[in-house]
T-cell receptor, first 112, second 114 residues
């Protein structure tokens, strides 16, 4: 069955450092992968989408890589700030109008 | 910036009662979704809807669930006879899908079944 794993339940880093979050998947061939931010009690907020034929995508301090051979995506937040503290979700889709299949999320805590 | 809205933000109901959760998707989007998230667990797909019909549904979306787009703006999820295990956050999402595959989520409705 399809499985999506995100690294460790919680990641603690110091302000200014780069946070790297991992999303690994098995038994899946996604057409694209999306990263979302979720704050407690709120809905997921879209951050970035990367397609299967793309290696890297950037948006401001965010960078996503996608390796379909390793079946892995890495999500980087550079120059992290306490306001980046949240849970980050990866979600996979396999085509037009496709449902998203979510990972369990990684909780990021950025401290001063 | 356009956003998905959901009402109510919190609904408390007794087991066996019917509930209707409401969503207003982003106006030019054509694809609509419902997801749910049980406390402490991952977001799970329930159903997708396009061109006034269900395009895909999960095993969770059994006969107790139904969706409807009663007019040009609202998208609803009905649970006919709620169970304790239906307690969760329910998220509506919408997508353009013609060019972009991103799904935009609403703030959610917290459903508590007692």
């Amino acid at each position: 069955s399809q499985k999506i794993e995100q690294n460790s339940e919680a990641l603690n880093i110091q302000e200014g450092k780069t946070a790297t979050l991992t999303c690994n998947y098995t038994n899946y061939s996604p057409a694209y992968l999306q990263w979302y931010r979720q704050d407690p009690g709120r809905g997921p907020v879209f951050l970035l989408l990367i397609r299967e034929n793309e290696k890297e995508k950037r948006k401001e301090r965010l960078k996503v890589t996608f390796d379909t051979t390793l079946k892995q995506s890495l999500f980087h937040i550079t120059a992290s700030q306490p306001a980046d503290s949240a849970t980050y979700l990866c979600a996979l889709g396999d085509g037009t109008a496709s449902k998203l299949t979510f990972g369990t999320g990684t909780r990021l805590q950025v401290t001063l | 910036e356009p956003e998905v809205t959901q009402t109510p933000s919190h609904q408390v109901t007794q087991m066996g009662q019917e509930v209707i959760l409401r969503c207003v998707p982003i106006s030019n989007h054509l694809y609509f979704y419902w997801y749910r998230q049980i406390l402490g667990q991952k977001v799970e797909f329930l159903v997708s809807f396009y061109n006034n019909e269900i395009s895909e549904k999960s095993e969770i979306f059994d006969d107790q669930f139904s969706v409807e787009r009663p007019d040009g703006s609202n998208f609803t999820l009905k649970i006919r006879s709620t169970k304790l295990e239906d307690s969760a956050m329910y998220f509506c999402a919408s997508s353009d899908m013609r060019v972009n595959y991103e799904q935009y989520f609403g703030p959610g409705t917290r459903l508590t079944v007692t």
